[in-house]
């Protein structure tokens, strides 16, 4: 009978010793990866594939950055394993002037820019000499001009490419617009607010945050075919990171592209 506790006993010290084991293995495989973002739409579409990288074995964090600056720095430091808040002239301008080497490894979505007014309806009705409010953010201007160019009220120097197109190529300005270009991009929906200008130019992400919709409360907005996707951005050592690649998977998903259309009403879009 003794023998038989006694093995019983040691049968169970092995099974717990087994689960413990099993239990520290579990644990090591799966990874954690922290990924730097905007608040909106960044971070919720971030938070929103959590549960299946969970299951996947990768555990996500997130961290919230308020503005343009600090994400690409982060990365680069190593502070943060990725980051998503940009596009690729953002990214392609920040790595020249910063001999940086930053990668893109997957577009997930389009935050189509968009102008606001709040004492005209379209582009078309802005009155000569109007000011229009821009943000510095050099990256968006080809953008910008694209958007006032399809409306005729522009038209730019031969030979511009709207990469990296700045307000000194403009050709030709139907209504001498005054494009002002020297606040910081997550400043432009209070500019609005105040009625700063005829026309202010803002950011989807930020606009959204400010209770804006580029769908329904713009005046003109940024075609969905723009090349402007904002994107999973890594080290270059890093671009094939077994965790890297899920977090792009479960993103790109067609679950998650479904997700994020019926999620932000147009005001975000699928990438393409």
């Not at 239990?23 to 938070?47: M, R």
């Not at 979505?109 to 309806?121: G, N």
């Amino acid at each position: 009978m003794k023998k038989f506790k006694l093995l019983s006993l040691l049968t169970g010290v092995a099974t717990a010793a087994a689960l413990f084991v099993g239990g520290v293995q579990n644990a090591k495989a799966d990874t954690t990866i922290t990924v730097g973002a905007s608040a909106n739409p960044h971070a919720i579409i971030l938070k929103h594939v959590q549960k299946q990288l969970k299951d996947e074995g990768v555990n996500l964090k997130v961290k919230v950055y308020n503005d343009y600056v600090l994400p690409n720095k982060a990365l680069a430091n190593g502070d943060i394993d990725a980051n998503y808040f940009q596009h690729k002239p953002f990214l392609d301008n920040w790595n020249k002037h910063n001999n940086g080497s930053l990668i893109s490894v997957g577009n997930v979505h389009l935050e189509p820019i968009a102008v606001y007014s709040k004492d005209y309806k379209s582009l078309k009705d802005l009155p000569k000499g109007a000011k229009v409010d821009v943000s510095s953010n050099t990256a968006d201007y080809g953008r910008v001009l694209q958007i006032f160019k399809d409306a005729g009220l522009i038209t730019l120097k031969k030979g511009t490419k709207l990469s990296s197109a700045t307000f000194d190529d403009i050709k030709t300005n139907k209504k001498n617009l005054k494009f002002v270009h020297t606040f910081e991009a997550k400043l432009m929906p209070t500019l609005y607010k105040k009625n700063d200008a005829a026309a202010t130019v803002i950011n989807a992400n930020y606009a959204v945050q400010a209770g804006l919709n580029p769908k329904d409360d713009s005046i003109a907005r940024e075609s969905s075919s723009s090349d402007y996707a904002n994107f999973i951005a890594v080290q270059k050592k890093d671009k094939n990171s077994p965790a890297i690649k899920k977090l792009v998977k479960a993103l790109q998903s067609k679950e998650t592209q479904s997700w994020i259309e019926k999620k932000f009403d147009g005001a975000v879009l699928p990438a393409k």
